[in-house]
């Protein structure tokens, strides 16, 4: 088995090269070869290479993010590309994306390599770290404010958006939990607690929709990149707040609820200096139950893709059984039925 | 009933084989899936462990908010418990209707006992699932 995966990696691996230097070779001036390809770790859901495009006076360092064989969503990496666009004009964080590319017949995205640190425990622990961590709240709440100011006219592969975010958000959890088909009263009342506490609605924006600790490129100096931007959609902006607090992202450093490095105060703070908006702390409640149930349909969804036999997985198996972190989390917000 | 070790002492001893054993010595990019290889065990073991117990205790707390009057407080809860295991299928209904009763809004004025109910529920899950989890409860308020 070791063997034909291995032979199978090595397959990839050349052809990958190819396709690479063929697509390089029409886009850029100077282009010599492909250098230095290799698979990185981190991406969940998409594979991730490292390369070099080395030019005649000097050396591009490049990544590809690409669509794993089977579960291939062109439109939705396209979708992607133009986001990562989008928010590296608007002056967001973020790697510059260079090209949307279809290669071997999955659809990918090359942009330019950052170099820093993914690994949260890494950044919430390093001692090298310490200096990021006081500025990693302003820094988050200058990148999100940023990403909201950019215009939804843009991206005009964007579905528009219909009804007020926190009511579809809900619906869609309640939908989920019906497909999947296990039952789960925690999450149940929390949905039903925010049914019974739905915000006023802002307008629409363009959200990440996965800011978190974890897909924060850091290093010394502080945020070098915001990644993930498969799942970016039009909603309310005060959703990737909430989603950014939840404990889950914390990773350990419970005390500090924004991405473990600031208090709640914080964030809204540093959000009003960089957007102009003031953010309420009922509000800020709101999105981040909200964050603490998706995140439990989450769990139990990646359960199912196991459990359903679409991909045997022990990764996904085990995920199930984080759902209760989740229901914990909620129900400790969610203990007044009305109002925060 | 079979010999020893027991399932849980079993699941117990491949953890610590994943963990200590295995772990160090497989290529840095099987290390993640073999921590979580490892967790399993250790997840399955700490269930075995509880036993038929736990999942009666959880059929009780829920029975508290989907049957209130089935429980008869001059009987031993022990009694009650027994009686619940006895039955699963009924055991995984009752979980339908709680989940059902409260979407349709019917706990809406029996609110903090559902909360109470189902915090107790929800802390008997991660004493399986991750131990220590529910020593921080942070209601929001703070920071």
């Given amino acids: ?340 | 009933m079979q010999d020893r070790p027991e399932a849980h002492e079993l699941l117990e001893a491949l953890a610590a084989f994943l963990l200590a054993d295995l772990t160090p010595r497989v290529p840095s990019e099987l290390r993640f899936q073999t921590l979580v290889a490892a967790n399993c065990a250790a997840i399955a073991a700490r269930e075995f462990k509880a036993g038929d117990d736990a999942v009666a205790h959880e059929a009780l707390l829920l029975s508290e908010l989907t049957d209130p009057g089935r429980f008869d407080a001059g009987r031993d809860p022990k009694a009650w418990e027994i009686e619940l295991l006895r039955d699963r299928d009924e055991l995984h209904a009752q979980r339908v209707a709680l989940a059902s009763a409260i979407r349709a809004g019917e706990f809406d004025d029996r609110w903090g006992q559902a909360v109470a109910s189902l915090r107790q529920a929800t802390a008997a899950k991660l004493a399986v699932a991750h131990p220590g989890y529910d020593e921080v409860s942070d209601d929001g308020r703070d920071g």
């Fill in chain 1, 1 to 340: 088995m070791r063997c034909g995966r291995s032979l199978r990696i090595v397959t990839d691996h050349d052809a990958l090269r190819d396709q690479l230097a063929s697509y390089a070779e029409s886009k850029l001036d100077g282009f010599v070869e492909i250098d230095a390809l290799a698979p990185l770790q981190g991406g969940a859901s998409r594979e991730l290479w490292a390369f070099d495009a080395v030019l005649a006076n000097g050396r591009l360092p490049l990544v590809l993010r690409r669509d794993p064989p089977g579960s291939d969503d062109p439109a939705g990496r396209e979708r992607e590309y133009q986001v990562l666009r989008a928010a590296h004009r608007a002056g967001v964080a973020v790697a510059e994306p260079f090209w949307f590319a279809l290669l071997g017949g999955a659809a990918g995205i090359v942009m330019r390599r950052l170099e820093g640190e993914a690994i949260a425990r890494r950044i919430l622990r390093d001692e090298r770290y310490e200096g990021a961590r006081t500025r990693l709240v302003e820094q988050v709440a200058r990148a999100a404010a940023t990403t909201h100011a950019i215009s939804l006219d843009e991206l005009e592969l964007f579905e528009q958006p219909s009804g007020p975010p926190a009511e579809a958000a809900i619906g869609q959890l309640e939908g989920e939990l019906d497909r999947i088909g296990e039952p789960h009263p925690a999450l149940e009342l929390g949905l039903r607690w925010l049914r019974r506490n739905l915000p006023q609605p802002r307008p629409q924006k363009l959200v990440h929709g996965d800011l978190r600790l974890g897909n924060l490129l850091v290093d010394e100096a502080g945020l070098v990149g915001v990644l993930d931007w498969e799942l970016a959609h039009a909603g309310d902006p005060v959703e990737d707040l909430g989603w950014l607090c939840i404990r889950s992202w914390r990773f350990g450093a419970d005390a500090l609820p924004a991405a473990g490095c600031g208090t709640r105060d914080e964030l809204l703070a540093a959000y009003a200096a960089a957007s102009g908006t003031e953010v309420s702390r009922d509000e800020l409640r709101f999105w981040e139950v909200l964050g603490n149930a998706r995140w439990g349909v989450i769990c139990m969804a990646q359960a199912d893709i196991h459990l359903s036999g679409s991909r045997r997985s022990l990764e996904h198996a085990a995920i199930g059984r984080r759902t209760c972190e989740p229901e914990w989390d909620l129900l400790a917000m969610i203990a007044d039925p009305v109002g925060a």
